[in-house]
């Protein structure tokens, strides 16, 4: 069955963004801001925990240094700088997951970071290169930098669906600065296809290619909690017909 993945730990300071309290129990994997989109110290110890707590594994969401935009800014840096930038984020995250006795399950890059791998080669491998040290798979998605890039420099991919935004006709997601509430139903009746015919509709009425390895539901999505449990319910009941 596929896995729930969740962005989750973004809060900052005494800002709050998200309900993880809520989300935690409907997840199977969590992707912790490293402190450049959001959180902090404090917030990454405090999902962490909250993750341990519930049997969630945890993977670094590392970003863009943009934390006024949330990461969903584009910047301009080299591969050697990028790689940098995502090495100190990852690390910060594995000494609270240390901490913990928990292990680093993979590495997803945030917002802007995440679409810009997908497109551009020399930040799929200023990714790569960070993913080689600590050893870990790297979700992305298929038909893209990210699935060519991992693939050849020997990492795994753990392919993305995403529950709650659309896609183009070429299969590229489009990434929003805030998200929209996206109807529960609807959402899991598209996760169910992805997984069973690699397939979407695209916003231009087409059908787009994708894999669902795992199935994401940003924790900024107004109605995220009521989206993960119907989502893990179509799941669960998918996995159950499939056993008899």
Not at 41 to 50: E, I, P, Q, S, Y
Not at 69 to 75: K, L, V, Y
Not at 114 to 124: F, I, K, N, T
Request: proline share 4%.
């Amino acid at each position: 069955m596929a896995t729930i993945n969740c962005d989750m730990g973004e809060a900052f300071g005494l800002y709050r963004i998200g309900d993880d309290e809520a989300l935690m129990p409907l997840i199977s994997v969590a992707n912790v801001a490293c402190g450049f989109h959001a959180s902090d110290f404090n917030h990454m110890r405090k999902t962490v925990r909250l993750a341990k707590r519930h049997g969630v594994k945890v993977g670094a969401h590392p970003s863009l240094p943009d934390l006024q935009g949330f990461g969903r800014r584009e910047m301009k840096m080299s591969r050697e700088e990028l790689a940098n930038c995502i090495i100190y984020q990852v690390g910060a995250l594995k000494g609270f997951l240390d901490a913990e006795g928990l292990a680093l399950n993979h590495i997803k890059p945030h917002g802007a970071l995440y679409g810009m791998a997908a497109r551009d080669e020399a930040v799929a491998h200023a990714i790569c290169d960070a993913a080689d040290i600590f050893k870990t798979p790297i979700m992305g998605m298929i038909g893209t930098q990210h699935e060519i890039v991992y693939t050849a420099r020997g990492h795994i991919l753990i392919a993305e669906f995403y529950a709650d935004l659309e896609y183009r006709g070429d299969g590229s997601l489009i990434i929003t600065a805030e998200h929209k509430p996206v109807d529960p139903a609807q959402a899991a009746w598209r996760c169910l296809r992805a997984i069973a015919e690699g397939k979407t509709a695209s916003v231009n009425g087409s059908d787009a290619p994708v894999r669902a390895d795992s199935i994401c539901v940003h924790s900024d999505t107004p109605n995220a909690v009521e989206v993960a449990r119907t989502v893990r319910d179509a799941l669960m009941t998918r996995s159950q017909e499939h056993k008899t």
